[in-house]
């Protein structure tokens, strides 16, 4: 079975069509009209390789707010229609990564219940024109809406640029472990029997 989604939300705020592959290579044509998103999303798709395709418009003229947010609505809606019953996969995944002066772990759970711990503080506002205050704002979006646990934890960094790359290269490929085909558990990775909300 394919597991691929494909979201289409449309709001008084944004319009936002977001396809995922969970299979991928890690393609990503991604266009938010908030570069510096575009950019994370790029790094995400990559390391995470799974194949990801965004297309938002959003009201810029207020702020980025809205755009980001509902970017992770729609991609944690991806990643929980994508990966289906659960059936067979690893369920937790987590990733330590480096990031020059920065180091950062992404720890996730495919549970059907949803919790974020952000400890991720960056040093900076902005990057670029990007509002820093967001990140956080966007995991939460993902985590409530993929249903999952999602634990982010900066162990030390400097550069806020460096510390938001860190954090999403290790969700994507915290992602990847957590979506894998587990050869020996071939059913849902529950004593529940099952995996949903």
Excluded at 11 to 18: A, F, R, S, V
Excluded at 84 to 107: C, N, Q, S, W
Excluded at 163 to 182: G, P, Q, S, T, Y
Aim: contains cysteine.
């Amino acid at each position: 079975m394919p597991r691929t989604a494909s979201i289409d939300r449309k709001t008084g705020e944004t319009d936002i069509q977001l396809s995922l592959d969970l299979d991928g290579t890690g393609k990503a044509d991604i266009a938010t009209g908030v570069g510096f998103l575009d950019h994370m999303l790029t790094l995400f798709a990559k390391h995470g390789v799974v194949d990801l395709t965004v297309r938002a418009a959003g009201d810029l003229h207020v702020d980025q707010h809205h755009t980001v947010e509902d970017v992770g609505i729609c991609l944690g809606q991806a990643i929980r229609e994508a990966v289906g019953d659960k059936r067979g996969i690893h369920r937790y995944g987590h990733f330590t990564l480096p990031m020059d002066e920065t180091l950062a772990t992404v720890a996730i759970d495919l549970s059907g219940r949803h919790y974020l711990v952000y400890n991720a503080p960056t040093p900076s506002p902005k990057i670029g024109e990007f509002d820093t205050e967001l990140l956080e704002e966007f995991w939460q979006a993902v985590s409530a809406n993929a249903l999952c646990n999602l634990h982010v934890q900066l162990h030390y960094g400097r550069n806020s640029h460096h510390i938001a790359e860190a954090v999403f290269k290790a969700a994507a490929r915290a992602l990847r472990m957590a979506v894998e085909m587990d050869p020996r558990c071939p059913g849902v990775p529950s004593t529940k029997g099952t995996l949903s909300e």
